[in-house]
């Protein structure tokens, strides 16, 4: 348990810590010795891109160059690449000394990647705590709970929202989502008893990610109860009756007719 | 030349599972979303019938984009050259519709009209359409089971059709 709490404990103190601090959910910012880099020092987008692309790759080990390019852009020259490459190493370590080695993006012969024990990354972050969290559930349910809430500060919308129109940044963004919806959705759970205002605001959050995730409409329906506001209840079912209609063309599942019928069981 | 990015659709499909008990049996229900990377649009499905429309109305019109300042003539040649491939996943989309979707609900409207089809062609008197609609929370197993009687039913008309075919002889 001191060692889920330790875990969590390291990871903040990266965040603290790092020289390069990235920003992706919901906007893109990077921070160099906690200074944030303004979209002037970028230059061009170019190097924004090839960037993100290392970010949204960051796990598949050593990106080659060619496949890079490939999937950024259209028409593209290793000087493109080059001038790309430098404009990154120059907003992450603008006093390095020529031909040294760069720090924070690993070269090796012609596959790059980013150096993920230097540079704190919030998506990174966000899949760790989770990782935490799931791993204190059973055991340690306040352990959990700050995992969670930690995981959940750091998501502030969407992953690299300006590029939503890239699929080489979909498959994170998909996989963002899907986290942090379970990530509402247990923690939701969690707090049910003991703070049900919480619960209902977390699983509220769940929905305005996708307003037909039906766990949320329970919770919510639950909550409602615990707070002694049977027409709110009543009220969350209906709505989650008439989106799955809408969008599906199916009726909630029988756990959610079953809630419905003890709440209307209560008088 | 038209750009490799005008030229390219992706697409990226959520599934989503439910299982539950219901009348003491294990039931499954799948959800799905499937969303159009280039123009950000989403369609939600429970029969992955509309999603693979979706795909189909997307590829449809990125071929016509593409092929804007060609005679209408040779458009309606590509386009149809472009719909032969959904020809193909017509074929294996009910298989993949049985094997993996099983949504009773839609299934069963989807046999229901099958059955119509197979009986209207022995005879009037019997092609009145059947009414499953008891059959919406069908099970997996129940499912199994009808699936078995088309079978039987079909091999029975096929043998029938013969006998006709034979008498008229």
Redesign the interface.
């Known amino acids: 348990m001191a060692d889920l709490l330790q875990q969590i404990e390291h990871l903040k103190s990266f965040e603290k810590q790092a020289e390069i601090k990235i920003q992706t959910l919901g906007n893109f910012v990077l921070w160099r010795n906690q200074e944030k880099i303004s979209d002037k020092e970028w230059g061009r987008d170019k190097a924004i891109q090839l960037f993100q692309y290392f970010i949204s790759n960051r796990k598949k080990n050593a990106l080659h160059k060619e496949k890079i390019m490939d999937n950024l852009w259209e028409d593209w020259d290793d000087r493109d690449f080059k001038v790309a490459l430098h404009g990154i190493q120059k907003v992450l370590e603008p006093n390095r000394i020529n031909r040294t080695e760069p720090n924070f993006i690993i070269r090796q012969g012609v596959s790059y990647q980013i150096d993920l024990e230097k540079v704190w990354i919030d998506v990174e972050a966000l899949e760790k705590y989770i990782i935490i969290g799931n791993e204190a559930l059973t055991i340690d349910k306040n352990s959990a709970k700050i995992a969670y809430k930690e995981a959940i500060e750091l998501y502030k919308g969407s992953f690299l929202p300006s590029r939503i129109f890239e699929d080489w940044t979909s498959e994170e963004r998909e996989k963002n989502q899907l986290l942090i919806l379970g990530t509402y959705i247990t923690l939701a759970e969690i707090l049910l008893d003991e703070n049900p205002i919480e619960s209902i605001r977390l699983s509220q959050n769940a929905l305005e990610i996708d307003a037909t995730w039906e766990d949320a409409y329970r919770i919510q329906m639950q909550a409602y109860i615990a707070k002694g506001n049977r027409p709110q209840a009543l009220k969350t079912y209906m709505k989650c009756e008439v989106i799955l209609e809408e969008e599906y063309g199916i009726s909630p599942l029988p756990e959610t007719k079953m809630l419905l019928q003890k709440i209307e069981e209560i008088h | 030349m038209i750009?490799?990015?005008a030229q390219?659709a992706?697409f990226?499909v959520?599934f989503h599972q439910?299982i539950?008990?219901?009348n003491g049996e294990s039931k499954i229900?799948w959800?799905g979303?499937i969303?159009h990377?280039?123009?950000?649009e989403e369609k939600?499905?429970?029969d992955f019938k509309d999603a693979l429309t979706f795909m189909q109305q997307k590829l449809n019109t990125l071929t016509e984009e593409a092929t804007k300042y060609q005679t209408s003539e040779e458009q309606e040649n590509i386009l149809q050259k472009s719909l032969s491939m959904w020809k193909a996943i017509k074929d294996v989309g009910p298989k993949v519709l049985r094997d993996t979707l099983k949504?009773p609900?839609?299934q069963f409207h989807n046999l229901q009209d099958q059955l119509q089809d197979q009986i209207s062609n022995i005879s009037e008197e019997i092609s009145e359409k059947i009414q499953i609609d008891q059959w919406k929370n069908a099970s997996k197993s129940d499912f199994h089971k009808v699936q078995q009687q088309i079978e039987d039913l079909a091999a029975e008309i096929k043998k029938m059709s013969k006998k006709i075919d034979s008498q008229k002889k």
């Open positions: 750009k490799k990015q390219t992706s990226m959520r439910q539950f008990e219901e229900q959800k979303k969303s990377v280039q123009d950000g939600r499905f429970s949504d609900k839609k």
